[in-house]
């Protein structure tokens, strides 16, 4: 298996844009889950799913954002409208029951 | 509440010494998990020990050992023989529950080797 794939590894985008991050996560893994990394706030869960049903989606910082598994292979994470505050580094993570988390390589955001 | 905890926000070691990361942490669930992570510089996110509740022993994984004690709720991460590769932060992180199993992590420790 080639891991969590996540698209795209940079963005950069203007303020007011729609921005959509996309994760392939390993195959066979039941939960998916997406991080935002600041230096500020550190290394947030926003949402997870299991088995492509939304679990938790209290870290969801605002109604700007939405997340969607609409397979066990897919999952995207959208920001509309973005601002400059939501740059940061977002990652996502799937795993087995349990087991730990396999983590992409992560979508370095620049809001400007 | 914070859920886990590191309480040191930087470390320093010298290469082949060992050294110690602190992580606490606070649950009511008698089933969780414990994981270390290591994220470099290129910043990647690598898992390095896990460590379940249940388990009888301390997890170690080459040169990384879990210090364990679960009356305090800590689980330190301890790595031996330190290397210049080994320069990196490190996130304490738990998994609870026998339902769904949300994974949640520290602030981290930023660990420098030096020659």
């Known amino acids: 298996d080639a891991g969590v794939i996540q698209s795209p590894r940079h963005e950069v985008t203007e303020m007011g844009q729609e921005v959509t991050l996309r994760c392939k996560p390993i195959?066979?893994?039941?939960?998916l889950f997406w991080y935002r990394q600041t230096m500020m706030r550190g290394l947030e869960l926003l949402i997870y799913?299991?088995?492509?049903?939304?679990?938790?989606d209290s870290g969801m910082p605002e109604d700007r954002f939405s997340a969607k598994m609409p397979n066990a292979s897919f999952s995207t994470l959208k920001i509309q409208p973005s601002e400059p505050r939501d740059s940061a580094v977002y990652f996502c993570?799937?795993?087995?029951?349990?087991?730990?988390?396999?983590f992409g390589q992560g979508t370095r955001l620049t809001v400007v | 509440a914070q859920k886990i905890t590191q309480t040191q926000p930087g470390m320093f070691v010298q290469e082949k010494e060992a050294v110690t990361l602190d992580c606490t942490y606070d649950?009511?669930?008698?089933?969780?998990?414990l994981f270390w992570y290591k994220q470099p510089s290129s910043g990647e996110m690598i898992f390095l020990i896990y460590?379940?509740?249940?388990?009888?022993q301390n997890a170690t994984e080459g040169r990384y050992s879990l210090n364990f004690q679960k009356a305090r709720k800590s689980a330190n991460l301890v790595i031996s023989a330190s290397q210049l590769g080994d320069s990196a932060m490190y996130f304490c992180?738990?998994?609870?529950?026998?339902?769904?199993?949300?994974?949640?992590f520290g602030t981290g420790t930023r660990l420098l080797v030096s020659p």
């Open positions: 993570a799937s795993s087995s029951r349990g087991a730990e988390a396999f």
């Open positions: 195959s066979g893994h039941d939960y």
């Open positions: 799913f299991n088995n492509n049903v939304p679990i938790d």
């Open positions: 649950t009511s669930d008698p089933s969780y998990g």
């Open positions: 460590q379940g509740s249940y388990d009888q």
């Open positions: 992180a738990m998994r609870e529950g026998t339902g769904f199993q949300k994974l949640v």
